[in-house]
Nanobody, 117 residues
């Protein structure tokens, strides 16, 4: 059974930093593409950042230069370092893994990130 457990959300002031982590189990993590999405209240879930199984990166324009996605295949973990946070970054953040060659995705439970003074 595939399980993704997220951690690291919270409340931070504008300009601050947070680091989100997502640990996977029940899946061959190194053969997965991994992603971070976010969903603000009343909005659709959108892609924030992704890193393929071969290490290719992509970021939403809104977070380029501020967020960094990474993965540690030895620990089955992916992370999102978020710096220079803005109120508009407030959302529930979700990790997602997609095994190579498979159609289905697996999602974490989501973690709330709130940027407010």
């Amino acid at each position: 059974q595939v399980q993704l457990v997220e951690s690291g959300g919270g409340l931070v002031q504008p300009g601050g930093s947070l680091r989100l982590s997502c640990t996977a189990s029940g899946i061959t993590f190194r053969f997965c593409h991994v992603y971070w999405y976010r969903q603000a209240v009343g909005a659709e879930r959108v892609l924030v950042a992704g890193i393929t199984a071969t290490g290719n990166l992509n970021y939403a324009d809104s977070v380029k230069g501020r967020f960094t996605i990474s993965r540690d295949n030895a620990k089955n973990t992916m992370s999102l370092q978020m710096n220079s946070l803005k109120p508009e970054d407030t959302a529930v953040y979700y990790c997602k893994v997609k095994p190579m060659g498979e159609f289905r995705d697996y999602w974490g439970q989501g973690t709330q990130v709130t940027i407010s003074s």
